[in-house]
DNA sequence: AGCGTTGCTTACAACGTTGTAGAAACCAGG
DNA sequence: CCTGGTTTCTACAACGTTGTAAGCAACGCT
């Protein structure tokens, strides 16, 4: 049924090298010589064993890409850009979801692929740089926050600073009481942390104080966290006249809770969100946030990853800033 | 750096296939035999080279699920319980975007693996009965409309019923001027032709004729092809008091397009979609909508493929239907 | 003691491919 | 028609794994 090297040899009446030799377009090889293998392989609809390829040559074409949640959109979105960007180079892209664990996540960054794949495109939550350091052989490109020291490539975006921009933005528009929603304690929470600096740095300079109540904690950043913490800020009786949420999905959620407390957004609490995912162009409000160029984080993680597999093998870890910008909608 | 059976052999003393032995937990080691190779791979950090395991089995242990597009909310919660399902039968999932056309599905189907994958679960757009045909080798399900007579197992909702139902929910709410978007002329518009079918059976049902002005179509399913076209609705003159759209995004978009125009739903216009997507039960409205068993759905279709690669590698096409039921929420 | 049985281990070949090295065919120039 | 240099093709080995079949102990039974 499934036909090999060796068929096409034999129907072609040459070597099962020479037909390699056609299939992987080697230039001394006859015209007519090639018209026949072409037409066999043509005729017993002979395709590569890849299993064998691989084995015989080290390298699988197949890159794995590894993020969280795949139905977060940002995540979403973010995959099919690289898997867009990984086309360019020749690559399947191999789409894991961790869900976040550290036990998932080094399993992704160990396990996968085992020979399976050439390289890694890692959204890591929770991994830290003893369980970076223990990986080693893959070549790896790390996305969002630093594991600090981290012997990785790193495609990042200046949290700090975009957090900084579109709280400043909120002060802008006037704004005095502005809550964050979307702080985390936990050891994964490298981008809550940062983020939640560039909303502190932002009030600074705007001469506000830092108040603790204003700042809602969510568990993970879902829609629902967003509601709930937004309900949680509502009843607490400190009254936010804006809100800087950590992502869009929350800020879509807290939408929602303000909608069913009765405020209007902007008028009475204006929202800001973080990542520009499509629901946030029509929501209702429109959404207002920060646009990270998620084309260009894929693409440079790809460009990373191929360096790393190519002439940069040994180059030191290298960390890239993709730009941001701030999309401003109707919600803020 | 990278270890063979071969070095843990040597290591351990004793021969590869005692090794081999051990990796695959084939009983018949002694227990200090076994200690003795296990401590060496522990030592040397061994780890099977998938390729040439899959090389000698003749399987990958990867499936691949193929969707038109992954920022597509709908097909990212199926990758979601897709992976899931899959992890439970020990297969990786490899996930690739067809864009939706024939060509590039054509290429996923036949093309992603060659031996680097077991099965596929398609989601086809544009695949006919022929291409189908020509790919024979691979073990595949699709999701979604029947390719008619395919020789491909199935897993789909129906269609029909579902969106019969639905439609019937508007009119219980007494509308009777009910649009409906999303219908599409081209050869991929399967799913749009049967909830086309089920929105036309239910208005006859109720007695109510059909208004071919009030059936808009839209090219693509995004929350902006909803978006244009209920606004193409609302300035034709046919002032509609319901709409069904054939998915949740296209909802999306009418809701921010009636929000656009004033009008109040479903006091003025009630909305109902088809998908059940997370966005929809946060939107302002939330929104009413055929809410597929998707995590079924996924199940099955692993089932299914685990099927066709075990025992009932010759049974012939199999057709699942999965269960849907109504999610009333604030739209309609 | 001889026999079959059971438990453990091993050598060998094979999966389908490609790199290496070299053989065969071809070509031009004398 | 030989020489030397290409071009074209081929045999062989290897990539790392596992299935097969067979070897070798040690055991219990007659």
């Not at 996540?105 to 991994?127: N, V």
């Not at 006249?241 to 609490?269: M, S």
Request: glycine share 8%; net charge negative; proline share 5%.
């Amino acid at each position: 049924m499934r036909h090999r090297l060796k068929d096409v040899a034999e129907r072609a009446g040459v070597s099962v090298k020479t037909v390699s030799n056609v299939v992987n377009g080697y230039q001394h090889v006859r015209a007519d010589t090639r018209a026949r293998v072409e037409e066999a392989i043509a005729e017993l609809h002979y395709r590569p064993n890849l299993s064998a390829r691989n084995l015989r040559k080290g390298r699988t074409g197949v890159i794995a890409l590894a993020v969280p949640e795949l139905d977060i959109p940002y995540f979403a979105e973010l995959a099919r850009h690289v898997v867009t960007a990984a086309a360019e180079h020749g690559w399947t892209v191999l789409i894991d979801q961790t869900g976040g664990g550290s036990e998932q996540e080094r399993k992704a960054a160990s396990g996968i692929g085992d020979h399976m794949i050439d390289g890694l495109i890692l959204s890591p939550l929770a991994l830290t740089a003893d369980d970076l350091a223990a990986l080693d052989g893959l070549p790896m490109v790390l996305l969002g926050e630093r594991v600090d020291h981290g012997p990785a490539d790193h495609v990042m975006v200046d949290n700090v600073a975009a957090a900084r921009e579109i709280t400043a933005h909120l002060v802008g528009l006037g704004r005095r009481r502005i809550a964050a929603i979307g702080s985390q304690r936990t050891p994964e929470g490298a981008s809550a942390r940062l983020r939640l600096a560039g909303y502190a740095a932002a009030l600074a300079e705007a001469g506000i104080a830092y108040d603790d109540r204003l700042v809602a904690p969510a568990p993970a950043w879902h829609r629902a966290d967003g509601a709930a913490a937004m309900r949680h800020l509502l009843t607490s009786g400190v009254r936010p006249d804006a809100v800087f949420c950590f992502n869009d999905t929350l800020a879509l959620g807290a939408l929602r809770a303000l909608h069913e407390a009765g405020l209007r957004v902007p008028e009475d609490v204006a929202v800001a969100g973080f990542d520009d995912i499509e629901d946030g162009r029509f929501s209702i409000p429109t959404l207002s946030t920060v646009a990270p160029d998620k084309e260009r984080i894929a693409r440079l993680a790809v460009e990373l990853l191929a360096g790393r597999l190519g002439p940069d093998r040994e180059a030191p870890p290298r960390e890239l800033v993709a730009p941001h910008r701030l999309a401003l909608r109707e919600s803020a």
